[in-house]
């Protein structure tokens, strides 16, 4: 395994793609006990992304839908034929599924941005999207396991992900040490951040200290190391974005009145796919310096894409917390620190809100919410929000410049994008 970066020289000379912006649902709601189903979440993002765009829904050539396993949880497959039907005028466009776990959502974007750089097309759209609350949280999360190896992995766990990702914590725990206050300090920085997302799923929630101890009542122990507020929760949501090749941004940029340079664009990307099983992806990477070699080689990709050095260029980063530890894995392989010791980051409060560089100042799965084949798309979409001034109480004072990770299984898939203005 290697983090070297793996590019052509063509990969260097891409067109840009622009994020005009886009749509999130309330992650806090319960679509089932609406009595609403997916095609209502589905339609929603879709239409509210072109009001908030401005653009016309008969521009839009081609589409993009990222999404897990709505065949498991609401029976339902063939979203492309969803997307088609939430406006007359999509009727007929091309349109396609991608499933990548919880990176469906990054995933689906990559395919978007394949499309506009290819110039086969220049408007796209796309969405990420999940219902997981129409079962309870115990059956929700056996659903979940279908992104494990499967049986190898899934057999007699009651919760695996919760337990596959205490073996990252214990790996952290053997090569470098690690405490639990560091972990606490990330969850407690993502709930109060979520407080003021108006669309989080735990904006309301209110959390004792205990919630962030190792209190057995507030905070019990799901799986090996991972407590109940070590982790994401169950969500319905979705989220959609307009992006677009440089010629219609301008086009789109003259008729509002803006300067291109102010519109967000998508400077660089990493994506790789490792082994699919946790203990042999931490079984391979020992000896190297970082738990996970594909991810620092994704962030690297993306790095030298966007034609930066490191995170010295980045106002913000949204990190992929799933669980404390993968959020604290995320700020030693985005370079925040030296591998093995975020948490120098978190105790000089670099990465918490008000520091030199935040990570997930909207809240993060944590708090905003993970329905998993929407996670990459509104990740995409807050770091559209934060480099063009529009992320209301939770905006990063002058932010130019966001980096995302979006993974899915166990980190199996990892999406990086980075994300600025000119």
């Not at 806090?28 to 239409?47: M, Y």
């Not at 042999?280 to 050095?309: M, Q």
Request: glycine share 12%.
């Amino acid at each position: 395994m290697t983090a070297s970066p793996r590019l052509a020289p063509r990969d260097r000379a891409l067109p840009p793609v622009f994020v005009l912006g886009g749509h999130q649902t309330d992650f806090a709601r319960n679509i089932t006990r609406e009595g609403k189903g997916l095609f209502d979440l589905v339609g929603e993002a879709a239409t509210r992304a072109l009001e908030a765009t401005g653009a016309e829904a008969r521009e839009v050539e081609v589409g993009h839908v990222g999404s897990f396993i709505p065949e498991l949880y609401t029976g339902q497959s063939h979203l492309g034929g969803l997307l088609a039907e939430a406006h007359p005028d999509l009727a007929g466009i091309p349109i396609t599924r991608h499933e990548a776990a919880c990176a469906s959502g990054g995933v689906a974007v990559l395919a978007a941005m394949a499309d506009l750089q290819a110039g086969r097309y220049d408007v796209a759209l796309v969405l990420g999207v999940e219902l997981m609350r129409a079962q309870s949280g115990f059956e929700s999360q056996q659903k979940l396991g279908a992104a494990a190896w499967v049986p190898r992995e899934t057999t007699g766990v009651a919760y695996p992900w919760p337990e596959l990702f205490s073996h990252v914590a214990e790996e952290y725990d053997r090569r470098y040490g690690l405490r639990r206050e560091h972990l606490a300090a990330l969850a407690r920085n993502n709930y109060e951040n979520a407080r003021r997302n108006p669309n989080a799923q735990t904006r309301t929630w209110t959390l004792s200290e205990g919630a962030f101890a190792e209190d057995d009542k507030e905070n019990p122990v799901i799986a090996g190391r991972t407590r109940r507020y070590d982790a994401s929760p169950v969500t319905d949501g979705a989220a959609c974005v307009v992006l677009a090749s440089a010629d219609y941004a301008a086009a789109w940029a003259r008729r509002r009145g803006v300067p291109i340079e102010s519109v967000a664009r998508i400077e660089g990307y990493g994506h790789r796919t490792a082994r699919m099983g946790m203990k042999d992806k931490l079984e391979a990477s020992r000896g190297e310096p970082y738990v996970f070699p594909h991810v620092r080689g994704a962030v690297l990709d993306a790095f030298a894409r966007a034609r930066i050095e490191g995170p010295s260029a980045l106002s913000a980063v949204e990190a992929h917390d799933c669980f404390t530890i993968s959020h604290y894995m995320g700020i030693d392989h985005f370079g925040i620190a030296p591998p093995g010791e975020p948490f120098r980051a978190i105790e000089d409060g670099t990465v918490l809100r008000g520091g030199k560089l935040p990570v997930n100042p909207g809240g993060g799965l944590m708090g905003i919410g993970h329905p998993v084949g929407a996670t990459g798309v509104r990740m995409l979409l807050d770091a559209q929000k934060q480099v063009t001034g529009a992320a209301g109480e939770n905006q990063v004072p002058g932010a130019k410049r966001v980096a995302m990770l979006n993974i899915g299984g166990s980190a199996t898939t990892a999406v990086v994008l980075v994300i600025g203005r000119a």
